[in-house]
Nanobody, 119 residues
Framework: QVQLVESGGGLVQPGGSLRLSCAAS????????MGWYRHPPGKERELVAQITSGGAADYTDSVKGRFTISRDNAKNTVILQMNSLKPEDTAVYYC?????????????WGQGTQVTVSS
């Protein structure tokens, strides 16, 4: 059984920062891509950022220059550092990972953490 557990959401004023963390645990052989998605109220879920096992990252245009994704392969964790937050960043943020378990690759999701940007 594999679990992704997120932490770090909350309420922040515009211009502020938050750091989201996600740790994978369980019967993991290795982890390929890891990422963060978000689901804003009344909108579709979207990919925010993703990172390969080698550290190559990409971002949706609206967060470039403000968000940074990183990972610690030894600890099976992925971090999303969010700076200069805007009200439109308000959403439930989900950690996602492609994990190899027993020679097969599966996609896993965290439970979601609420990020609210408001004054």
């Amino acid at each position: 059984q594999v679990q992704l557990v997120e932490s770090g959401g909350g309420l922040v004023q515009p211009g502020g920062s938050l750091r989201l963390s996600c740790a994978a645990s369980g019967s993991i052989f290795s982890i390929n891509q890891m990422g963060w998605y978000r689901h804003p109220p009344g909108k579709e879920r979207e990919l925010v950022a993703q990172i390969t096992s080698g550290g190559a990252a990409d971002y949706t245009d609206s967060v470039k220059g403000r968000f940074t994704i990183s990972r610690d392969n030894a600890k099976n964790t992925v971090i999303l550092q969010m700076n200069s937050l805007k009200p439109e960043d308000t959403a439930v943020y989900y950690c996602q990972a492609l994990i190899i378990v027993l020679s097969a690759t599966h996609q896993y999701w965290g439970q979601g953490t609420q990020v609210t940007v408001s004054s």
